[in-house]
């Protein structure tokens, strides 16, 4: 720590323009991550969500919407049918309207039409779907969610290859940026590096103060823009929570496991805060290794 004190104090300018430029790069790496995981998040809880709905007539008998329901099972199209009754129905719009006691009154089980809500097993199986319930004998509406999936998969690819392509652009400016000043503040060390280089030095022991630097920069700036980014967050709390009113939960389901990206949890920041950890030792790190290249060749 002496060493780095020692090394701030020969060039603070520089230093602190490192620390700024890691700490701005870092910041905005947190803010993309959050924001793609909580699309990705989004994305995945409305392909969860009953994606074709299908409204019966009231002359159609159990029978006739259970054999339906049985031949969208067996199609290997669907993940879930749910058979919602007329009485299902009816508790729930009593559940809905427990505040407007005349909208109860208007209003009893027969009026409300039974009803399937299924969720298939990809997109591309909702127009098919559709077309399969429109044919049927006693059904009187199908209502699916089509565009505005096929919108939201549009818009999280969009945003993936903006987001990535920012990323790629950020890294390199960072590198090039930490390069330059790491380049000025091993010059100014020319002298010791030719000496220790005299005394039979190796070249990772020259290194090793420039990278030591670089990994507490960076711990200190990925530390300082993730702290900053709650603050900021739980500044924004209320009109996140008000804006996902209603959403109990978002996941992100990877082939080995499952990640809850909201509500806010310990294992989501922790992942937000190593990816920026990890993602700024190895940008400093890089910089640096480059930086003292050609002084110890």
């Not at 959050?34 to 409305?46: A, P």
């Not at 559940?95 to 009893?108: A, C, H, R």
């Not at 319930?133 to 699916?144: P, T």
Request: hydrophobic letters at 50%; proline letters at 3%.
């Amino acid at each position: 720590m002496s060493r780095l004190l020692k090394s701030i104090r020969r060039a603070p300018y520089q230093s602190f323009a490192a620390f700024l430029m890691l700490f701005m790069s870092l910041l905005m790496a947190t803010a993309l991550l959050f924001s793609i995981g909580s699309l990705y998040g989004l994305l995945g809880y409305v392909e969860t969500r009953p994606q074709v709905t299908v409204y019966f007539q009231s002359n159609a008998s159990e029978s006739e919407i259970g054999k339906i329901r049985q031949e969208l099972i067996d199609s290997g199209k669907t993940l879930s049918v749910k058979y919602v009754s007329q009485t299902d129905a009816f508790k729930t719009y009593k559940e809905l309207n427990k505040d407007n006691p005349l909208l109860l009154e208007m209003v009893t089980a027969d009026i409300l039409p039974a009803s399937l809500e299924i969720n298939a097993k990809k997109p591309v199986y909702l127009p098919q779907i559709a077309e399969f319930l429109q044919k049927k004998a006693g059904v009187n509406e199908v209502v699916f969610q089509k565009i505005i999936i096929d919108r939201l998969v549009q818009l999280t690819a969009l945003i993936k290859t903006i987001s990535l392509t920012f990323f790629i652009f950020l890294t390199i400016t960072t590198m090039i940026i930490l390069f330059t000043i790491t380049h000025f503040k091993v010059a100014l060390r020319k002298d010791e590096i030719e000496l220790l280089r005299l005394l039979g030095a190796s070249n990772n022991f020259i290194r090793w103060p420039f990278f030591q630097e670089s990994l507490i920069f960076a711990f200190f700036s990925a530390t300082s823009a993730f702290l900053f980014f709650i603050g900021l967050f739980f500044y924004f709390s209320p009109f996140i929570n008000g804006y996902l009113r209603g959403i109990d939960r978002l996941t992100i389901n990877f082939d080995w496991a499952q990640l809850t990206v909201w509500p806010i949890n310990t294992t989501w920041l922790a992942c937000i805060y190593f990816g920026i950890l990890l993602f700024g030792c190895f940008t400093y790190l890089t910089a640096s290794f480059f930086a003292t290249k050609k002084f110890i060749k």
